[in-house]
Every structure is written in structure tokens, then in C-alpha cells.
């Protein structure tokens, strides 16, 4: 049988989880969590909490988040775990769209009156404090208000099935309104198991956990992979690149998977002298430049493999693989446990080096979004696979190329222009940070050109030198018409860089501004 729960394969007194706090560090076995995942399971069972529930969690990284959200799963109910730094009204949208049972709260939310707090009382949720207790030495759930379980029996524990759904996540459509992706234990334990194989990861290896746990990017890579493979994670709060090495050489980490932006960041840090021993850094959920590839192998000294994944993917799809097999900087790799086809509209396969839409098909692929007929009828194909929406290529040894997003393709005048390419290439100027490349209204082509700069700290460039440099590296149909500066590029809260949302901003200026 494959769930969540049978899933987890270190040996009892192996470690786990460790938590770093001063002064001394929380480190937990895997007897130690899987006793504290079945107590936790208990007291869901105590409220009311069955097959099908849905238990919303707004937590930051932390044990507590581990231990309810894989309690959450064995007792059938639906993790749904939020940003805990959202505001009112999205934890609103988000507990109305689950109709979730319960919302679990950090210590002293309650007591604040937090917005997660405001919104699960709207919605008649119950509302629970949820937090390491380190007198008593367990993971508390300090009930406040029972809300809509109030009077509801207790229940059994139960033991999850393959094909019950564990964790609901949110994902951006083409419409503004978010779809909801449920994902099965099947799912996830497939994902979970593709991890551990293209990776090769086994008991020995140790991760750095610096994504947010509320996507699957960290969920599935940095928590549950490890979990299957029975190694084991160091697990902050949240990012932060003055801790990052001494944590990451501390407790002796020897891999991490991050988005590109957190290894800018890494990058722009100091390296630990010495150097520890890294045996991959895997980056994920937003295109890697080549020049940042280059930069993180020659400072880090460790192979740097690219993938390519989806929350209705349950996250991985394509990876770059370890050496001694190849891997090819502006390429997300070769499917993973996963069948990966080049499509046209019509869902028909096109050829070997050609464009089209990459879709996929594989045991860890949702089988629809909830309670949305019109996007399951539009992102499957006739043969059942899954249109992911971003247009790319194939090569002569299966390595997929992306080339966009189907819907972020700039039409210039008929001609297709990529704004990952553009992105690659701007941020190859010696003056350039970050760039993001989109479409802009255009009289004469329909669409024109625009790109997003942050320069590098006392960096000096106008916008014309700028697009005389990218004249002489592409095109001329791609060179900018338009530069905006400016000092920071709005991010969603994984980092990723939302390309719809800088060219909004960046329209919305009257006039682009050029640093001279």
C-alpha cells in the first residue's frame, strides 16, 4: 500500500529532523517522529478530524509543521498548508475554498486576534494553536475554538488509503481565479520515490531546508524525499544567507534545492572556508541562467542540476541527472518517472527538435483540479496527458528545453519571441542582476518588447546602451523597446518572479526610468 505512511524509511534511532535553535538544537529520531505523528494523529481524531477533512496549516517551517501536516495525511484528512504571511483576505479565500475544519495557528496567534485567526472564525473553522511544547515534549495542539466540529464525536484513528487525497495546494490559472490541485498519496509517494532515484539520495545524505513548506518545492523535495530515502533535514524557519553556511557546515548538510533566487543570493555571500563537501545543489520552480549555473560550480565546487516541476505534478518532472551523466546548463533534463511528450493544439506528438507544448503523463500527475470541469477539459490531452502550459523542445538525448510560458510568448509582428532567452541573455551583462523580459502594447507589431533591470550594486547603465548591447547578441527583432529600472523585483513568496506582475508595475510607471 502506498501512502504518506508507510513512506518513511529511516531506521528508529537514525535522525530525522533537526531544528536549529541556541543553544541547543532540537534533533529528532525517526522513532521519535513517527511516535509524535501518531500522538498528533490521536488528538486530530479527538476533535473530529476524518476521512476527507480539511486541515489548514499556517505555520512557518518548523517540527510542528512537519508533525501535522504528515499527522494531517494519516488520518485521511486533506493537508492544506498557507503562507502564514498572508493577510486576512486571502486566508479567507483560502479557508472558504477548502471549507477547511480546522486551521492550525502558531503560539500567541490567537491571542493577537492574527488574521489567520480572524478568517478561520468567519468561516466557523475550528481554530487551534499549534506549537513544540518543550516542557511536555511533544508537538501541542491547544484547541481555542472548536467552531464547526463543536459536538462532533470523536473519531477513530484511521490508516490512509493510495488513493485518498493528502494535501490541497492552490496554483494560478489563466483565469485570475486559483485552481485547486488536490494530490493523492499515490501521488506523492510516486514523486517521492523519482526524487530519491535521480538523485540517488540514501540514509547517509543530509539536506538544508530553506524552502517554504507551504509549496510542494520544498514539501516533496526537501521533506518527504528525504523522508523516503531515509536521510534527514536541517529545517529553519525561513531562509537566511548569514546562517545558511554555518547551519549548512554545523550540522553537516551535503545538498540543498533552491530556487535560482536564493542562489544569487548564496552567490553575492561569502563561500564557508573550507569549502564543505556538497554532493549536488539542485535549483527548481523558476529558469536557471547559464551564467548562474557556471558561477555556482566553480564557487561551490559541486554539480548543479536543474529540474523542471509543477504542483500538479506533484512537483518533479525533469531533472538534469548526477554525473557522470550529462548535464546541460539551459536544459530542465530528462523525465523523471514521468513520460514526457512535445504536443501540438491538437495533442498529436511533433518532430524530434521541434516546438510545441510540453505535456506530461505519469502516476504522480493529479488527475483534475477540484471542482473545475472547464480547466480538466483544457489541460488534459486526448491520450491523457497533461498540458503544462509552457512551450519547449525536446533535444536528440530527451533533454527538455523551455523556450515559455504558452500565455508569456511576446508576438511581435508574427514573430515568437521567448522572454526566457531574453532573460538569459540580459543577465550576461556584467551591469545586470536580475532581468524579466514581457510583452508591451505595440501600435505597429501588436506586441512589443519590455524588460524588468536591477542593476548590481554601483552599477551604472542607460537604457541605450543596454539595448545596443543585446543588439549585438541577438536579433534585431528582440533588442527592448522599452527598459525600466528599479531596485527590486516583485516575487511571489518562493521567490519565483512573476513575469505578469513586473510588467504591470513596470507599465504602470509613467515613463521608464533609465539610471545614467
Not at 288 to 309: C, I, N
Request: with cysteine; hydrophobic share 35%.
Amino acid at each position: 500500500m502506498t501512502t504518506l505512511q508507510n513512506s518513511i524509511h529511516g531506521t528508529d534511532s537514525s535522525v530525522a529532523v533537526i531544528i536549529p535553535s541556541k543553544p541547543t538544537p532540537l534533533t529528532v529520531t525517526y522513532k521519535d517522529l513517527k511516535s509524535e505523528c501518531l500522538s498528533f494523529q490521536r488528538k486530530l481524531a479527538a476533535i473530529g478530524i476524518t476521512n476527507r477533512s480539511a486541515v489548514s496549516i499556517a505555520t512557518v517551517n518548523s517540527y510542528e509543521f512537519i508533525v501535522s501536516f504528515l499527522a494531517a495525511s494519516w488520518q485521511r484528512g486533506i493537508a492544506a498548508p498557507l503562507n502564514p504571511a498572508y493577510k486576512q483576505e486571502e486566508f479567507e479565500f483560502y479557508i472558504d475554498d477548502i471549507k477547511s475544519a480546522v486551521v492550525l495557528v502558531p503560539k500567541g496567534a490567537y491571542q493577537a486576534d492574527a488574521p489567520s485567526v480572524k478568517a478561520a472564525r468567519k468561516f466557523n473553522a475550528a481554530i487551534a494553536e499549534c506549537y513544540w511544547d518543550d516542557a511536555k515534549k511533544e508537538v501541542a495542539l491547544d484547541v481555542k475554538e472548536l467552531g464547526q466540529l463543536k459536538g462532533k464525536s470523536k473519531e477513530g484513528v484511521l490508516q490512509p488509503q493510495p488513493d485518498d487525497v493528502a494535501l490541497v495546494l492552490h496554483t494560478s490559472g489563466t483565469t485570475s481565479r486559483p485552481k485547486v490541485v488536490p494530490l493523492t498519496h499515490r501521488n506523492l509517494t510516486r514523486t517521492m520515490r523519482n526524487i530519491q532515484s535521480t538523485y540517488q539520495l540514501t540514509a547517509q545524505d543530509r539536506t538544508m531546508l530553506v524552502m517554504p513548506l507551504f509549496h510542494v518545492h520544498g514539501l516533496l523535495c526537501a521533506l518527504l524525499a528525504p523522508l523516503y530515502s531515509g536521510g534527514s533535514m536541517i529545517v529553519p524557519t525561513k531562509f537566511s544567507a548569514s546562517d545558511f553556511w554555518h547551519e549548512f557546515v554545523t550540522y553537516k548538510a551535503n545538498w540543498y534545492t533552491a530556487v535560482p533566487t536564493i542562489h544569487q543570493i548564496l552567490l553575492k555571500n561569502p563561500a564557508p572556508s573550507p569549502l564543505p563537501k556538497i554532493r549536488f545543489i539542485r535549483s527548481c520552480s523558476s529558469p536557471l541562467s547559464p551564467t548562474v549555473f557556471t558561477q555556482l560550480e566553480e564557487k561551490f565546487k559541486a554539480p548543479v542540476l536543474e529540474a523542471y516541476a509543477m504542483t500538479e505534478a506533484a512537483h518533479q518532472m525533469t531533472s538534469n541527472p548526477l554525473p557522470p551523466s550529462k548535464r546541460k546548463p539551459g536544459t530542465v533534463g530528462i523525465g523523471q518517472g514521468v513520460e514526457v511528450k512535445i504536443l501540438n493544439d491538437a495533442g498529436d506528438e511533433v518532430p524530434q527538435g521541434s516546438e510545441g507544448e510540453i505535456c506530461i503523463r505519469g502516476e504522480n500527475v493529479t488527475k483534475g483540479y477540484l471542482n473545475n470541469p472547464a480547466a480538466n477539459e483544457s489541460s488534459f490531452t486526448k491520450g491523457g496527458f497533461f498540458r503544462t502550459g509552457d512551450q519547449g523542445k525536446l533535444d536528440e538525448d530527451g533533454y527538455v528545453t523551455i523556450t515559455g510560458r504558452i500565455k508569456e510568448l511576446i508576438n511581435k509582428g508574427g514573430e515568437k519571441i521567448s522572454p526566457i532567452e531574453l532573460d538569459n541573455v540580459l543577465t550576461r551583462h556584467p551591469s545586470v542582476s536580475e532581468a524579466v523580459s514581457f510583452a508591451i502594447p505595440d501600435d505597429l507589431y501588436g506586441q512589443g518588447i519590455g524588460v524588468a533591470i536591477v542593476l548590481k550594486s554601483g552599477a551604472k547603465l542607460d537604457q541605450n546602451e543596454l539595448k545596443a548591447w543585446v543588439n549585438e547578441k541577438l536579433a534585431k527583432f528582440k533588442v527592448p523597446k522599452k527598459v525600466y529600472f528599479t531596485e527590486i523585483m516583485p516575487k511571489t513568496a518562493t521567490g519565483k518572479i512573476q513575469r505578469r506582475i513586473v510588467a504591470e508595475t513596470m507599465q504602470n510607471q509613467e515613463t521608464p526610468k533609465a539610471k545614467l
